[in-house]
């Protein structure tokens, strides 16, 4: 069966700082990944998702990127954190050519301070 | 991109029957309806997915009219663990990948004794 793996559960930076959260899906080839925020209060946002290694589409301007340096693997990273980006980060895939639903990690609470 | 409308926010008590509409006027030939459920601190979980006409599961059932430019998530019976954020999901398409799923605003449904 397939699952997916989002670390860390919790993360505490100050501002100005560099960020790294890491996904993993298991069980699966060639997933649709995604990686979605959600401000306190508030909706899911899409910031960026991958069809395949190394392709990656950003939804909103900002100073977060995402890499795909492996299949299974999404990447999502900041060299300097603002406030603003304090939030509830969550990774999710579907299936590559038909997507049915889809599948969240139990995502990463960041707080900027 | 099929964008959806859902009201902000919903009560209900328990043992009710609670239907939740969300408008999709820009809906697109392929695309699927999709709802979920999301808890505080939490990826959001499938509930329903449908084309047209109705849909039911085990947990609610999913009204489409012919025109599909809507459609009403319908719970059952309602109890307090029900009291979640539910969102109304419209593919982007879904031959090929490159799907860029997009939530809208969710409905806080609140479901009190």
């Known amino acids: 069966s397939q699952t997916i793996h989002q670390w860390p559960a919790t993360l505490v930076q100050p501002v100005g700082s560099p960020l790294s959260l890491e996904c993993t899906v298991e069980g699966t080839s060639n997933p649709n990944l995604y990686w979605y925020r959600q401000a306190a209060g508030r909706g899911l946002q899409l910031l960026f998702y991958s069809v395949g290694i190394g392709q990656i589409s950003s939804e909103v301007p900002q100073n977060l990127s995402a890499s795909r340096p492996q299949d299974r693997q999404f990447i999502l990273s900041s060299k300097k954190l603002l406030l603003s980006d304090s939030g509830f980060y969550l990774c999710?895939?579907?299936?590559?050519?038909?997507?049915?639903?889809?599948?969240f990690g139990s995502g990463t609470q960041l707080s900027v301070l | 991109l099929a964008k959806t409308t859902q009201p902000i926010s919903m009560d209900s008590y328990e043992g009710q029957e609670v239907n939740i509409t969300c408008s999709h006027n820009?809906?697109?030939?392929?695309?699927?309806i999709t709802w979920y459920q999301q808890f505080p601190s939490q990826g959001p979980r499938f509930i329903i997915q449908?084309?047209?006409t109705k849909v039911t599961n085990e947990v609610a059932s999913l009204f489409i009219p012919a025109d599909r430019k809507s459609s009403t998530l319908s719970l059952p019976r309602v109890s307090l663990s029900d009291t979640a954020v539910y969102y109304c999901l419209v593919g982007d398409g879904f031959t090929g990948g490159g799907n860029k799923l997009t939530f809208g605003t969710g409905t806080q449904l609140k479901v009190e004794l």
């Open positions: 820009n809906i697109a030939t392929n695309d699927y």
């Open positions: 999710a895939w579907t299936p590559g050519q038909r997507w049915e639903k889809l599948f």
């Open positions: 449908g084309y047209k």
